[in-house]
């Protein structure tokens, strides 16, 4: 699937978009596999009460599955308007 | 219902008169428009706005299609930038429609609402001394929507 990173998290993680291949179930099982790789993506997950999460495009949750997803983004909190 | 995401300025006086423009059972428009703001001191060189191509059509679409099944509305624009802006410059616009003004206030109000929480942009300042900022959400952002 292909994981996205917007705003401070990209510039943290370095890149805007990857693809990555995994078993995870949930949002929160991919966080675990993405922090265990390099000390960027460790950092840029810390605190997961400051990042978003959107799952094929829509807004949801960590605990939300992504079996079959296409597309998980990671971002912060939106500043629209 | 229009939704328009660019990147170039917009022309704010003629979307608001198009959009006033030839209804005959529409008793109130209301436009609203965002603008960059100086820190006051002069010290704001650019604000940088970043969205997500693939969803912010589509979350601003779900935004509008929710004010229009909450208020009697005739119509609803939103127009949204992202780039790099200067002060003074228009970021957005949204404007309503209605029979009564009561309707067109309160969904403009909702639509500016979910824009700043919901919608998938993100606002970097660039200072005039070289300096950057992500531009942090505010809590009482995220409490206005538990009014609607």
Do not use: C
């Given at each position: 699937?292909?994981?996205?990173?917007?705003?401070?998290?990209?510039?943290?993680?370095?890149?805007?978009?990857?693809?990555?291949?995994?078993?995870?179930?949930?949002?929160?099982?991919?966080?675990?596999?993405?922090?265990?790789?390099?000390?960027?993506?460790?950092?840029?997950?810390?605190?997961?009460?400051?990042?978003?999460?959107?799952?094929?495009?829509?807004?949801?949750?960590?605990?939300?599955?992504?079996?079959?997803?296409?597309?998980?983004?990671?971002?912060?909190?939106?500043?629209g308007g | 219902m229009r939704i328009v995401v660019?990147?170039?300025?917009?022309?704010?006086?003629?979307?608001?008169?198009?959009?006033?423009?030839?209804?005959?059972?529409?008793?109130?428009?209301?436009?609203f428009?965002?603008?960059?703001?100086?820190?006051?001191?002069?010290?704001?060189?650019?604000?940088?706005?970043?969205?997500?191509?693939?969803?912010?059509q589509?979350?601003l679409e779900?935004i509008a299609?929710?004010a229009?099944?909450?208020?009697?509305?005739?119509?609803v624009l939103v127009i949204h930038?992202?780039?790099?802006?200067?002060?003074?410059?228009?970021?957005m616009m949204v404007a309503t429609?209605?029979?009564?003004?009561?309707?067109?206030?309160?969904?403009a109000?909702?639509l500016m609402?979910y824009l700043?929480?919901?919608a998938?942009?993100?606002?970097?300042?660039?200072?005039?001394?070289?300096?950057?900022?992500?531009?942090?959400?505010?809590?009482?952002?995220?409490?206005?929507?538990?009014?609607?």
């Amino acid at each position: 699937m292909d994981v996205l990173y917007f705003a401070w998290v990209r510039e943290r993680i370095g890149l805007p978009k990857e693809t990555v291949t995994t078993d995870a179930e949930t949002v929160a099982d991919l966080v675990a596999e993405l922090r265990a790789r390099e000390d960027r993506y460790d950092l840029a997950f810390s605190d997961l009460s400051a990042l978003r999460v959107a799952v094929d495009q829509e807004l949801t949750d960590f605990d939300a599955s992504i079996k079959g997803a296409r597309e998980v983004a990671f971002f912060p909190p939106m500043t629209g308007g | 219902m229009r939704i328009v995401v660019q990147e170039p300025p917009f022309d704010f006086g003629a979307e608001a008169e198009a959009f006033a423009s030839g209804r005959h059972d529409m008793g109130a428009v209301v436009t609203f428009t965002g603008v960059v703001r100086d820190f006051g001191n002069g010290g704001l060189d650019a604000m940088e706005i970043e969205h997500y191509p693939g969803m912010t059509q589509k979350a601003l679409e779900g935004i509008a299609a929710e004010a229009v099944s909450r208020w009697s509305l005739g119509d609803v624009l939103v127009i949204h930038r992202y780039g790099r802006m200067e002060p003074g410059e228009k970021i957005m616009m949204v404007a309503t429609a209605a029979p009564h003004r009561k309707d067109a206030f309160e969904a403009a109000e909702y639509l500016m609402d979910y824009l700043k929480s919901r919608a998938p942009f993100w606002k970097k300042e660039h200072a005039t001394t070289g300096e950057t900022n992500w531009v942090a959400a505010k809590d009482e952002d995220e409490d206005a929507l538990t009014r609607w």
